[in-house]
């Protein structure tokens, strides 16, 4: 007879649905990523927390089955994503949130903490400012490489409208970057967000989660009867519990719980309890808090340094060290991140923890697994410190490596003191402001610069009073959003030297607007369309019913206005804020005629290149994109250009959601909001090879009509890989280029990226496959439209010398002989 729960018995043992020694390796090799996943989406780390532990509780439950999955991490980081999501549509949530971020991101993190470059940080920066519905699309676009219609799914809406989240999203951003001095980022924009964004993982989060499984374990121990597996259960949800309080984020940030608006009496207080929790009137409450300290967790010089993660057994080597201020004061309890530089995937193969102790000094044991050593750089980081990243260095098993001392200077000259501060906000006639979002904020210095902390903050009442309480002497930085009241934002520093109360009166100005109305090409009205302006910041609203829009609060100066969305064609232009009076008219998206305001677009369908019958655009199995040309490769030609976009996006290609009854997939593809520039269409649907067409170059506001994407079926070239000497070469990477200088870039570029990371470190190209034991090789998915030669690259081998591929559709090509070059 079955036993409840998926258990099963072997002679009298009881065994859970997933091995023990299973689920660990899966929480050491994964929980960090998983992690970062959930807190991409989230921004939380409570909440994160909550999404990771019910991910790995899922797995080990059985609820979640990794038997057949070609990439377990893939395939968990995108569960974590989709529960982050579901997390985040619950109503209670929304409304919450919705408060919160409405006065402050206190429980959010600084992306100056997540980012490895002041590039990346402007760059993660802009993305936090956009609209949540876009922030999320370019996460799980780009940082979880999602394809557009598993983004759907995850978003509960159709691939399309992934699409155009991702398209307006990245249009922002290109709008927003060159302002900020990144014209080389935005021209590189897809690859920068696609780059690995560091996020640090809560401490003791991995011991926690390999917990579950222990409490598991003991919880299906014992004799089977109906009694035992109902204690049984009971068991596993009490230590379950138990393991999961023991983890506590507030230790990683200084955290707070606030309420968004204030008391109608009085002045909104600011301090970090919460009086409804204990039953009395909720007031608004936000206290600035002093960094707690941790307990230490890695000893003087443990029998086994701190535990590398996802590594039970194998060379180890160890990292020591020390960690003093300016004047050489030993600093304890500052978290020490030792991070190999081989990647698995976006982020390190290897990342181990470890904290000073009260010495300053820090003992960390890495896998060390290569005979010509690995290579690691160290984080150094505390809430009150710079955070510093060291240069990489290279370990040997059994050896330790011994640093030089690293200096951590402090983030500010803040003192401690407790202080009140009374803001009120007036107009220029000595008026109360209400309604306007007040929030102050402290200066901290960076590895890159400053970032700013939140201490406190609320929406301002009818008396125009808010009040904040901190525990920070220094100075401070005051900010006030009144984007919907038609006043400009403000922002003013200034210094609090003493402890006790303090005021402060910040005069708001009233701003200009831009005023018109939005209708189609035939003049009627288009309702609930985002129109929004750029200029240093962003200031938008919907039309309203008749399609009339009233853009307030605005700086004199010319802004750029954008039009357009969902199934209208975007447009831009640029206004001086005073402008009333605007008459826009837009075409719908999937008009091909030049009618209305639109940037550039690219009309076309997709048809079988044999038959010549036209295929659905269905969002299974089936992805279009249009790719950017970068400048670089404007003057080469067409068979240089084209193999380059041959590797697929990194993205999953899970098939999600459900059409509508009654609705038929489209038959013609229409991308608009297009700037000027050259672009690639690219193709992808099963059963075919991919199909790229371009480089298609477009001007302002161009329309090119009429695109037809053959599609035909794959090619697959086959043969053997051989040493200079005729031996037959294993573990070469063999993949297609085509003819040109770009081309041979990209050889050089991959065989660098073979020697770097020791024959592993190939993640961030696709489109290849590795020969076996006898040297011979498939290289299946093949394109024989288009002119690519076949090459390989190996550790211990110069690159072998492009050989044509010679395709034929739908057909093997076989005898495909290369021979490497010498041994290296």
């Not at 530089?341 to 982020?347: I, L, M, N, P, V």
Request: aromatic share 6%; proline share 6%.
């Amino acid at each position: 007879m079955g036993h409840p729960g998926g258990i099963h018995v072997v002679g009298n043992l009881i065994m859970s649905p997933i091995e023990r020694s299973r689920f660990e390796t899966l929480v050491r090799t994964h929980h960090e990523v998983v992690f970062r996943a959930a807190f991409q989406i989230l921004r939380n780390d409570d909440e994160a927390l909550d999404v990771t532990q019910e991910v790995f509780l899922s797995v080990l439950e059985e609820r979640q089955r990794l038997d057949e999955a070609d990439d377990e991490g893939r395939v968990l980081r995108w569960i974590a994503a989709k529960r982050a999501l579901m997390l985040l549509r619950g109503a209670s949530r929304r409304r919450q949130r919705e408060d919160r971020n409405a006065m402050n991101r206190e429980t959010t993190r600084d992306h100056d903490d997540v980012v490895a470059n002041d590039e990346a940080q402007t760059l993660w920066g802009c993305v936090s400012d956009l609209p949540e519905d876009l922030r999320r699309a370019v996460v799980l676009r780009f940082q979880e490489g999602m394809t557009y219609d598993a983004m759907g799914g995850a978003l509960s809406c159709s691939g399309p409208t992934a699409h155009d989240r991702v398209r307006r999203a990245l249009q922002r951003l290109r709008e927003m970057l060159p302002v900020l001095g990144l014209v080389g980022v935005a021209a590189g924009l897809e690859k920068a967000l696609a780059a690995q964004v560091f996020v640090a993982v809560p401490t003791g989060l991995r011991g926690k989660l390999l917990a579950l499984g222990s409490a598991k374990a003991a919880a299906f121990s014992g004799g089977v009867t109906a009694g035992t597996l109902v204690a049984s259960a009971c068991a596993v949800a009490i230590a379950v519990a138990g393991v999961w309080i023991g983890i506590n984020p507030g230790a990683e940030t200084a955290g707070w719980n606030p309420d968004p608006i204030g008391s109608a009496v009085g002045p909104p207080t600011a301090s970090g309890e919460d009086e409804g929790d204990r039953g009395g009137t909720r007031t608004d409450r936000f206290r600035e808090q002093p960094a707690p300290r941790r307990e230490a967790e890695v000893a003087v010089a443990p029998v086994r340094p701190s535990s590398p993660v996802g590594v039970d057994e194998g060379p180890l080597a160890t990292i020591t060290g020390r960690v003093v201020d300016p004047q050489h004061v030993p600093l304890a309890d500052i978290d020490v991140a030792a991070e190999s530089e081989e990647r698995a995937g976006k982020f390190a193969r290897h990342v181990v923890r470890g904290r000073t102790d009260a010495r300053g000094a820090y003992r960390i044991a890495v896998p060390a697994p290569n005979a010509d050593g690995d290579a690691y750089r160290l984080v150094f980081s505390h809430a009150d410190r710079i955070t510093r990243r060291g240069a990489a260095f290279t370990v040997r098993a059994d050896d330790e490596s011994r640093r030089d001392d690293q200096l951590l200077a402090r983030s500010s000259d803040d003192r401690e003191g407790d202080y009140t501060l009374d803001i009120k906000a007036v107009s220029a006639d000595g008026n109360p402001v209400p309604t306007v979002a007040l929030s102050v904020w402290r200066r901290l210095a960076t590895e890159q610069g400053f970032r700013s902390v939140h201490v406190g903050g609320a929406r301002v009442p009818v008396s125009g009073v808010v009040r904040v309480e901190g525990k920070w002497l220094g100075t401070k930085i005051v900010r006030v959003d009144a984007a919907r009241s038609g006043y400009m934002p403000l922002e003013e520093s200034f210094h609090i030297s003493t402890p006790g109360a303090h005021t402060r009166v910040v005069v708001m100005r009233r701003g200009l607007e831009i005023a018109g109305s939005v209708t189609d090409v035939d003049g009627a009205p288009i309702p609930n369309l985002d129109v929004y302006g750029y200029k240093d910041r962003r200031a938008g609203c919907l039309t309203d019913a008749q399609g009339r829009f009233r853009i307030v609060g605005l700086d004199p100066a010319i802004w750029t206005l954008y039009f357009g969305g969902g199934a209208w064609s975007r447009g831009e232009m640029t206004v001086a804020a005073g402008r009333a009076g605007l008459n826009i008219k837009l075409k719908r998206k999937d008009d091909p005629t030049d009618r209305g305001l639109h940037l550039a677009e690219l009309h076309g369908h997709v048809e079988d290149a044999e038959t010549g019958e036209r295929l659905a655009l269905d969002r299974w199995g089936f992805d279009l994109d249009v790719r950017a040309v970068p400048e670089k490769l404007a003057s080469s030609s067409t068979e240089d250009v084209l193999p380059r976009f041959l590797s697929p996006l990194m993205a999953q290609r899970a098939q999600q959601g459900q059409r509508l009854a009654g609705e038929k997939p489209p038959t013609s593809f229409h991308k608009d909001g297009l700037p000027p520039g050259a672009y690639v269409i690219d193709v992808r649907r099963d059963g075919y090879a991919p199909c790229l067409f371009g480089p298609v170059r477009l001007g302002a506001g161009e329309l090119r009509t009429g695109i037809v994407m053959r599609l035909e079926r794959p090619a697959e070239a086959r043969g053997r890989v051989l040493a200079a000497d005729g031996n037959p070469v294993a573990g070469a990477f063999v993949f297609t280029i085509g003819r040109g200088p770009a081309s041979q870039q990209t050889l050089a570029e991959r065989d660098r990226a073979i020697k770097k990371s020791k024959g592993r470190g190939t993640q961030y190209w696709g489109g290849f496959v590795k020969t076996d034991d006898a040297g011979y090789f498939a290289l299946g998915g093949l394109p024989a439209s288009l002119a690519l030669d076949v090459v390989a690259v190996h550790l211990d081998h110069e690159p072998a010398a492009p050989r044509p591929a010679g395709l034929t559709v739908g057909q093997q090509t076989t005898g495909l002989d290369l021979r490497m070059g010498a041994v290296r």
